[in-house]
C-alpha cells in the first residue's frame, strides 16, 4: 500500500519534470529536469524491484546510476560550453 503511494507521488514528480523539460527558460533549467525525471524514473525502478523481489531489476538500478552519472557530467559540459 504504501510502495503504491510512494509511485504515485513519484509519477506526479515526474509530471513537474516533463514541464519543466516543456517550458524551461533556459538549457540549464531543462538539463536539470532531464536530470530530476532520470533519477524519478530510477527511483520507481527501484521500488517496482522491491515490490517484485527481482533481483535483476536491482542491477538495472545500479547500472542506470552508473550511466546517469555520466550522462550529467556530459550535460553538465554542454551546457558549460555556450557560445
Known amino acids: 500500500m504504501l510502495?503504491?503511494?510512494?509511485?504515485?507521488?513519484?509519477?506526479?514528480?515526474?509530471a513537474v519534470a516533463i514541464g519543466r523539460m516543456a517550458y524551461g527558460p533556459t538549457k540549464a533549467d531543462r538539463v536539470v529536469a532531464v536530470e530530476f525525471g532520470f533519477v524519478i524514473s530510477v527511483a520507481a525502478i527501484a521500488l517496482v524491484a522491491v515490490r517484485s523481489?527481482?533481483?535483476?531489476?536491482?542491477?538495472?538500478?545500479?547500472?542506470?546510476?552508473?550511466?546517469?552519472?555520466?550522462?550529467?557530467?556530459?550535460?553538465?559540459?554542454?551546457?558549460?560550453?555556450?557560445?
Open 53 to 83: 523481489d527481482s533481483p535483476s531489476l536491482f542491477d538495472l538500478v545500479l547500472v542506470m546510476t552508473l550511466v546517469g552519472f555520466l550522462t550529467t557530467m556530459s550535460l553538465a559540459h554542454l551546457v558549460e560550453r555556450r557560445p
Open 3 to 14: 510502495l503504491d503511494i510512494v509511485l504515485v507521488v513519484l509519477a506526479l514528480s515526474m
